[in-house]
């Protein structure tokens, strides 16, 4: 997980994952500041089931 800051200045949380086939990915998790780091990680936690 990581903090992703465009050219613009917006700021979004971003989780980079690998599938099983090998193929990459980026889900979008949120922006910051209304997402915090702890909100972000707590939404992967409980996603993971």
């Known amino acids: 997980m990581y903090?992703?800051?465009k050219?613009?200045?917006v700021k979004t949380?971003?989780?980079k994952y690998?599938?099983?086939s090998g193929k990459e990915?980026?889900?979008i998790i949120g922006?910051?500041?209304i997402v915090t780091a702890n909100l972000s990680?707590?939404?992967l936690?409980?996603?993971r089931g």
């Open 3 to 5: 903090l992703f800051v």
């Open 7 to 9: 050219p613009n200045g």
């Open 13 to 15: 949380w971003r989780l």
């Open 18 to 20: 690998t599938k099983p």
């Open 25 to 27: 990915g980026t889900l």
């Open 31 to 33: 922006n910051y500041p």
């Open 41 to 43: 990680r707590s939404l």
């Open 45 to 47: 936690i409980s996603d």
